[in-house]
């Protein structure tokens, strides 16, 4: 519509643009140590891409614009306010963020409803992120993924659950029960993987036949299979 195309600059090849390039870096650096303090596998690296954005929103100063700034360098008058701002009081004219800040791959405690009237009201969780609403809007919403689930290895955004931040507890101690469990598997020289749902015991200690395992299984012998043939009768 304005009649021009911006055109890109080759890959490995100057000019660059620096600042945003310096922005992907940091985000991926969040990204790996959000995966490595939690303790999660590869499959969730999509859960740690926008808790690390919203992270860094949270703390990074906002960037200073060129025509916020004079010749020198120097920020003008208008703009002085944004010195002290970080990227979402930029985006919320000034207000600060006002909810709780778990931390990624944290345990937590929410309020399930669907446990039995007899049973305790919370049930553990893991802490994921937030939710944001159209407007980068956070009307006190968090998105915690529920802890059996993700120790069957059940790592999908379907399974996550949005429960307001009042119905959720936050313990004072940092726990990070997958983090944990890595490094007790590998100081035992155990598989830090998670098991799936196929090698879980339930069943077995229910008397339930367990489904066959891959390895297990061996393809009939050639002369146990029927023997028939197609006509045009049939």
Sequence with gaps: ELGWLSEPSLQNRFPHNAVHERWIGTLKSTIRSAILQSGFPRRATEWSVPYAAMALALDQPCPLLKHEKDDAGNVREAYKHKVNWTCWQAMHKG??????????????????????????????????????????????VLIVADYDLLYKGDFRWNMVKTIHEKEVHVPSELVFPFAEKRERDVKQLGSSSLPSSSQLPFAEEAGEALAEREEDFAPPAADSLPKYRLTLRR
């Design 95 to 140: 207000e600060p963020f006002c909810g709780k800040r778990p931390i990624f791959g944290q345990l937590v405690y929410y309020l399930d409803d669907k446990q039995h009237t007899l049973e305790p009201r919370t049930s553990p969780g893991i802490f994921v992120g937030w939710k944001l609403e159209t407007g980068m809007r956070y009307r006190g």
